[in-house]
């Protein structure tokens, strides 16, 4: 029994040096393994820092809120009372028939109201003017209507009344070049013009029982006549 110590004590002491080996290897095994976990997880978080650093420094886009009801307004289609546009396109249609009529007949409303204008084919009348709002002046005789030219009597002074009343200028800014019969006892006929010569005139006057004389149409002239 004493021979056999000594190779229980060797076999004991090899397996004491190989347990410490293994446990040393182990524990350098446990050492690499922190080291790299660490080492991801370091990098990991400067991953993260990088990134939400870029993600503060990188420029902010304006956020845009839509409104979903502007969205359905946008893309729901407007439907079309089909009588509605049936109306629109007849009244379009009179219009257009309304306005081409005026212009075969060679008038227009130059005023937008009561004023009827027809283009003449006269070389001495550049257009003829009727006014729808145009009143007897009024008059101050009496009895039987008596058509005078003399120069002085009420019924000579109506008709430059009604006359300057068509033209729309005032006796003064006027010359009245000629007033004479128009045709009838009751009608006249004025041509005028203004002080410079600049507007020209011819005005058609009637009288009416009660009221005195109202003009009935007037020629804007290129050139006064005198004869």
Do not use: C
């Amino acid at each position: 029994m004493a021979e056999r110590e000594p190779n229980f004590s060797r076999m004991s002491r090899k397996k004491g040096r190989k347990d410490k080996l293994l446990n040393i290897l182990i524990g350098v095994v446990i050492l690499l393994i922190l080291i790299v976990g660490v080492t991801y997880i370091a990098g990991n978080g400067k991953d993260e820092a990088n990134d939400e650093k870029q993600t503060e420094d990188a420029p902010k886009e304006p956020i845009v809120i839509e409104d979903p009801d502007d969205e359905e307004a946008e893309d729901t289609p407007v439907e079309k009372d089909p009588d509605d546009e049936n109306d629109l396109d007849t009244e379009e249609s009179g219009q257009i028939v309304n306005e081409t009529d005026q212009e075969a007949n060679g008038q227009k409303d130059s005023s937008g109201e009561s004023v009827t204008v027809t283009p003449s084919t006269d070389s001495n009348i550049k257009e003829t003017l009727v006014d729808a709002d145009w009143k007897p002046i009024g008059t101050s005789q009496t009895g039987e209507h008596v058509s005078k030219y003399d120069g002085s009597s009420d019924d000579w002074n109506e008709k430059k009344q009604a006359i300057a009343y068509a033209t729309g200028l005032s006796e003064d800014e006027m010359i009245f070049w000629r007033i004479q019969n128009g045709g009838s006892p009751q009608k006249s006929e004025g041509i005028v013009s203004s002080k410079d010569k600049s507007e020209k005139y011819k005005v058609y006057i009637e009288w009416v029982d009660g009221e005195g004389w109202k003009p009935v149409k007037m020629d804007v002239l290129n050139t006064i006549e005198t004869k």
